[in-house]
């Protein structure tokens, strides 16, 4: 039955309406935290957040309080984001909300605040994110193309020479000389140099374990501040690192140099090496044609989508950086009915986002061919992966190396793999002893390999006399 309403009875429903909605608003629970473990009073979570290897713990509380979960260390939440699709949402989409970072206490004594990758959104990072963003955009990163060749030629020439020597030495020398020679325009490092000028190894340890947050006294304890500003004592340590930076930074500056390249970056994109640890002739190997004769070069990079395939599942798999940097929520977020607050650390849990079940199926499974479609080309990647790279991090903070460390690992791998087969070391019985994948080290935010044989066997007995005519 039709029954027409006058303009009057409109508007009391409309009244009526407004009325119910306000009271259901009031009526509805306030957004919360998303789900996490509990903690004890006053210090929340910290007992329970270890200060090594922590990506394994939040693998665990992602698998138990799903992609969006909180803990509390001392009042401060931390939110941890195990999704791609969540990481989209809030990190890249919601970017110009979560690109601050948190404060962190003693890397500031360490680097005298002029770290820009840990700095907070304001002038510094972003001129030099600009200046750094120039030099190392996809398009610029390519003029360091020959040098990438030619260092990842020198590296399989010493594996040749030295197989006595640690292949983590070898693979050492070989980003830190990238670095020294993309960014100060230096000569190449010698594997045997032990005084070469660059860093150590373990150089970086301070730096990398003070830029979790709570990875200090000083940051879980953050009233203990002013003490330690005003006592020199209490600095020494990270005042002599200081030093020993500053004069390494120095001398890489003042050395003479080959050609000058970037000298203005400012010296945090150094410490980026220490993470680096198709088309229409796809779905051919280096062997299977005539290229397969001679080193593979960056112009035979489009025709070998196995080894495109194969370094997106290496970083995929095992993510050097498997918490990523963190980022703080600039204003409160509402998402999927939770809260991040204002001031919430908010930590991308990479190893299980680049495990994301409705990305990458079989995710603790190393299977390069997943980014292989059934024509052997490189598969159009799914939303959220950001190209099936979800290592580099996210929004505006996403790595400003990205490109110079895909290129470093492209090429490296596919020489790698024209000259040597991997095999692993004879045990006693004469079985081959395959290494731990799951054996790590880590510094609090990348995490590497512990040390492991392997035994490589020169794919061409002529390898040597190759090398040589690729170097002339
Ligand atoms: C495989 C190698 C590398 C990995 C896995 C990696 C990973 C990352 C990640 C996860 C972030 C944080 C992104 C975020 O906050 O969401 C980052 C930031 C950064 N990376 Fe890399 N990185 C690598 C190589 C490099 C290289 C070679 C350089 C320098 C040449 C570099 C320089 C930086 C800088 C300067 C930032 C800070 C950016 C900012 O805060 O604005 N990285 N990287």
């Given at each position: 039955m039709y029954v027409p309403l006058s303009l009057g009875s409109l508007v009391l429903l409309g009244i009526a309406f407004a009325i119910r909605a306000i009271a259901a608003i009031r009526t509805q629970p306030s957004p919360q935290l998303p789900p996490g473990p509990k903690g004890l009073p006053l210090i929340g979570n910290l007992l329970q957040v270890p200060s090594r290897l922590v990506f394994l713990k939040f693998v665990e509380w992602s698998k138990e309080y799903g992609p969006l979960a909180s803990y509390t260390v001392l009042g401060q939440p931390v939110v941890l984001i195990s999704s791609a699709k969540a990481a989209g949402d809030i990190l890249d989409r919601l970017s110009s909300k979560t690109s601050d970072r948190p404060r962190l206490i003693k890397l500031a004594y360490l680097t005298h605040s002029m770290e820009f990758a840990?700095?907070?959104?304001?002038?510094?990072w972003r001129t030099q994110r600009r200046a750094a963003h120039e030099s190392l955009n996809i398009r610029a990163a390519q003029k360091f193309q020959p040098i990438q060749e030619e260092e990842s030629r020198i590296m399989v020439e010493d594996l040749l020479r030295h197989p006595d020597i640690d292949i983590a030495k070898h693979i050492y020398r070989h980003s830190s000389s990238i670095a020294w020679r993309?960014?100060?325009?230096?000569?190449?490092?010698?594997?045997?140099?032990?005084?070469a000028q660059v860093p150590s190894e373990n150089f970086f340890e301070p730096l990398f374990s003070s830029a979790i947050p709570g990875g200090s006294i000083v940051d879980i304890f953050p009233f203990l501040q002013p003490l330690i500003s005003r006592s020199r004592f209490l600095r020494r340590h990270s005042e002599a690192?200081?030093?020993?930076?500053?004069?390494?930074?120095?001398?890489?500056?003042?050395?003479?140099?080959?050609?000058?390249?970037?000298?203005?970056?400012?010296?945090?994109?150094?410490?980026?090496?220490?993470?680096?640890?198709?088309?229409s002739h796809c779905g051919q190997s280096p062997d299977n044609d005539h290229r397969?004769?001679?080193?593979?070069?960056?112009?035979?990079?489009?025709?070998?989508?196995?080894?495109?395939?194969?370094?997106?599942?290496i970083l995929r798999w095992r993510p050097p950086t498997p918490t990523g940097v963190a980022h703080v929520a600039?204003?409160?977020?509402?998402?999927?009915?939770?809260?991040?607050?204002?001031?919430a650390v908010i930590i991308p849990n990479t190893w299980s986002i680049c495990r994301d079940p409705s990305l990458y199926r079989d995710g603790d499974a190393f299977d390069p061919s997943r980014f292989l479609d059934e024509k052997g080309c490189i598969r159009k990647p799914p939303p959220d992966s950001h190209d099936d790279y979800l290592v580099f991090g996210h929004g505006r903070r996403i790595c400003i190396g990205k490109s110079l460390a895909m290129n470093t690992l492209l090429i490296a791998v596919a020489q790698l793999l024209w000259a040597f087969d991997f095999h692993g070391v004879k045990g006693e019985q004469g079985n081959e002893i395959v290494p731990d994948p799951s054996a790590f080290w880590d510094n609090g935010v990348t995490v590497w390999p512990k040390p492991h044989q392997v035994r490589l066997v020169p794919r061409f007995p002529d390898l040597f006399e190759r090398l040589k005519s690729a170097a002339t």
């Open positions: 840990f700095a907070n959104r304001g002038s510094f993309v960014l100060y325009g230096h000569e190449a490092i010698d594997l045997r140099d032990d005084k690192w200081y030093e020993k930076a500053n004069t390494f930074f120095i001398n890489a500056h003042t050395r003479p140099q080959v050609p000058v390249h970037l000298k203005h970056i400012f010296e945090v994109v150094y410490g980026g090496h220490a993470s680096i640890s198709a088309n397969g004769a001679r080193i593979p070069a960056f112009e035979d990079l489009e025709h070998l989508p196995q080894v495109e395939a194969i370094v997106k599942e600039e204003e409160d977020i509402i998402y999927n009915n939770y809260l991040i607050p204002k001031g």
